[in-house]
């Protein structure tokens, strides 16, 4: 699903309001209404307070629309006019002017307002700033905010958290509403999804109002929101006829004295991702352990006892993914380095695979073409430098995967995975794969994938969503503490299955 920018939500309700001959009245009115059926639909008349806080524009004018329609079916509301500028739109004020004439007088709050009480069981409906706050709210607006996210009571936020922008970090993080839920109209926005800004949105969900559905498939969007449906047709099914060569050969090079286990959930993550066969690369203190846990897997060792020294491959494997638990020594960088200068096709790039890259940026340049780099945060500020913000991230890391040619894949809550000057913003997972060695199972995936024939992008994407959706059925079994990396690994089948399975058929009416 795309992630549109404000302005292209602003282009795409000018490109609805013109093809459907529609007013922009009659659009407010229909999101407005979606807003009614959403509240009405769970809240079917409980005897509970709204208190609608309605800004100046139209997201205000959205919050006047549903305080009638509330009104209108019986629930007890009190709407406030958070009245933050004269310039009031349109719609705003044709709705207030129809809430007047239902005999509804909204309090209008200045800065000389008192902040109006707020009970912990009341339900607050944010409509005070939408996707055109374009800078802080002033002091008093700011103040009513923190009343807000202090009482305690359930906030429903309209379109996006007031105070929070969309397409930059807040400018003031305490004067963004903390939406225990946000209704956002047609299509997600981008700051949901952010580690510094997702934090104002406890849960989200769309409401479809009916966008110019032309102008949503044709525009070119910077992210993608990435869940079943854009995964499902990524997928490469098996062949009848195949047999392990039409799978590759993949090599999970890494470890060192006391990391050989990052290796060796690589290397099942690998095969259980589909690779045909799998050889880990470790230092000779790695081979009895590797071979002992998987017999599935074949063992080259590497001269060094205890580090790697050199690394090379009796055949050409299809895709080459190192760096788990690989160390940084120099003589591993030197070894680390002269493979990246034998290699031509796309490797995975992990762990202290990066934190070498990191200490030797001269070596940046011999990375092959099209290969995928999997950093956590800390990883990628070494690589990268540090940032500001996370948008100043973003286009750090745009920059560099353009520079040279890579995939990145910035590992969070949401990973995102970068190719060029576009993002991929993952769905699945859950703070419970926040564990030692989940990454290491991640780079195996991808590489397992790789080595399948998935371009390095598609394996990137595929494998973050299916590594994700592993923990969230581990989790579903073990919760959040329990779940291992390993238990990522043994639920990679499951996940396959969950991806593949179809839809259940609707339920046959009896005659
Ligand atoms: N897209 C769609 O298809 C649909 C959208 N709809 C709804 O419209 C909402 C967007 O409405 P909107 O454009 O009127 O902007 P909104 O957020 O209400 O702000 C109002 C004005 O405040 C101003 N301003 C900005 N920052 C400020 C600040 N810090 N302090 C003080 N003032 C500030 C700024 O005006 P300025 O002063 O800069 O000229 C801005 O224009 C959207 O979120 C959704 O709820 C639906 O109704 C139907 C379909
Ligand atoms: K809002």
């Known amino acids: ?13 000018k490109s609805t309001i013109q093809k459907q001959q529609i007013s922009s ?18 809240l079917r008349g409980t005897r509970v307070t709204l208190k609608l806080f309605c800004g100046i ?52 709050l200045n800065n000389e307002s008192e902040l109006p009480p707020i009970s912990p069981d009341d339900i607050v409906i944010d409509a005070i700033f939408g996707i055109g706050l374009n800078r802080a709210p002033n002091t008093w607006v700011g103040n009513l905010i923190m009343h807000i996210n202090n009482s305690r009571a359930f906030v429903l936020s309209v379109d996006i958290p007031s105070g929070l922008p969309t397409d930059k970090c807040p400018w003031n993080p305490d004067y ?58 990524l997928y490469r099914p098996r062949l009848k006829f195949s047999h392990k060569g039409n799978y590759g050969h993949a090599i999970i090079v890494g470890g060192s004295y006391g990391k050989i286990g990052a290796v060796q959930l690589a ?8 690779s045909g066969l799998v050889t880990a690369f470790v230092p000779l203190c790695g081979y009895q352990a590797i071979q002992t846990a998987l017999p ?16 090379s491959f009796p055949f050409e494997p299809t895709v080459v993914g190192i760096g788990m638990g690989i160390g940084v020594d120099k003589i591993t960088a030197n070894a680390f380095g002269a493979l990246l200068k034998s290699m031509e096709k796309p490797m995975v790039i992990d762990a ?17 073409e099209l290969s995928v780099l999997t950093p956590h945060p800390k990883e990628l500020e070494r690589l990268v430098g540090n940032w500001s913000d996370d948008f100043e991230k973003l286009s750090k890391v745009k920059a560099f995967s353009t520079h040279y040619n890579v995939v990145v894949v910035i590992k969070g809550a949401h990973t995102i995975t970068v190719y060029k000057d576009k993002g991929f913003v993952n769905t699945t997972g859950n703070p419970g794969m926040a564990t030692a060695g ?13 080595a399948q024939g998935y371009t390095s992008l598609h394996a990137a994407i595929f494998g973050v969503y299916l590594h994700g959706l592993a923990g969230d059925i581990g989790v579903s079994e073990m919760g959040y503490e329990a779940l291992k990396a390993s238990t990522i690994i043994s639920n990679i089948g499951n996940a396959f299955m969950e991806l593949l399975r179809q839809p259940e058929a609707e339920p046959q009416e009896e005659n």
Request: hydrophobic share 45%; glycine share 8%.
């Open 438 to 450: 989940s990454g290491d199972v991640l780079t195996g995936m991808i590489t397992g994938l790789m």
């Open 1 to 13: 699903m795309k992630i549109f920018s404000a302005s292209q939500i602003q282009d795409a309700d």
């Open 57 to 108: 524009g139209n997201n205000g004018g959205d919050g006047l629309v549903l305080a009638r329609l509330l009104h209108e079916h019986g629930y007890t509301i009190q709407v406030y006019v958070v009245n933050f500028s004269e310039k009031r739109s349109k719609d705003f004020l044709l709705n207030l002017e129809r809430l007047k004439s239902a005999k509804l007088w909204p309090d209008f």
């Open 176 to 233: 963004a509403i903390r939406a225990s839920y946000v209704l956002t109209f047609q299509v997600p926005k981008l700051v949901f999804f952010l580690p510094e800004t997702g934090v104002f949105v406890n849960q989200w969900e769309l409401l479809d109002i009916g966008l110019d559905p032309e102008y949503l498939q044709t525009t070119e969007t910077e992210f993608e929101l990435i869940g079943r449906p854009e995964v499902l047709p």
């Open 267 to 274: 290397s099942d993550a690998c095969l259980s991702s589909g």
């Open 296 to 311: 599935e897997v074949m063992v080259l060792t590497d001269g060094g006892e205890k580090i790697i020294s050199k690394i």
């Open 352 to 368: 202290d695979g990066l934190n070498i890259l990191a200490k030797h940026p001269k070596m940046l340049k011999d990375i092959p």
């Open 25 to 42: 009245e009659e659009l407010m009115e229909r999101a407005a209404t979606k807003l009614f059926e959403w509240i009405h639909a769970r």
